[in-house]
């Protein structure tokens, strides 16, 4: 099993700046996809960025210039810059560590680990 833990989250006014750590642990794997996924009143869970155990990084349009995504020394961290905040920006975020692998007939499978979630709230 894995364990997922955010923390970082907080209120903020609109244009200020919050950073957001993940961390996993236990069952670890050497080459995931970490990403961070939030979810505002209402609405659905959507991917606001991801990286790779390479370091490639993908952003959803409405992250991209504001937010940077990043891993730690150790590859079961991550970490979400996120500067320029909007009110629409007010969600749940949550960390999700995700392990790829293939089964013993080639078929292509995932195990998703989700963090609790903490909550961003831009608002002056």
């Known amino acids: 099993q894995v364990q997922v833990v955010e923390s970082g989250g907080g209120q903020v006014q609109p244009g200020g700046s919050l950073k957001l750590s993940c961390a996993a642990s236990?069952?670890?794997?050497?080459?995931?996809?970490m990403g961070w996924y939030r979810q505002g009143p209402g609405k659905e869970r959507d991917l606001v960025a991801g990286i790779t155990s390479a370091g490639i990084t993908n952003y959803a349009d409405s992250a991209k210039g504001r937010f940077s995504i990043s891993r730690g020394n150790a590859t079961n961290t991550v970490y979400l810059q996120m500067s320029s905040l909007k009110p629409e920006d007010t969600a749940v975020y949550y960390c999700?560590?995700?392990?790829?692998?293939?089964?013993?007939?080639?078929?292509?499978?995932?195990?998703?680990?989700w963090g609790q979630g903490t909550q961003v709230t831009v608002s002056s």
């Open positions: 236990g069952n670890i794997f050497s080459i995931t996809t």
């Open positions: 999700n560590y995700a392990h790829d692998y293939r089964d013993y007939q080639g078929r292509s499978l995932r195990d998703d680990y």
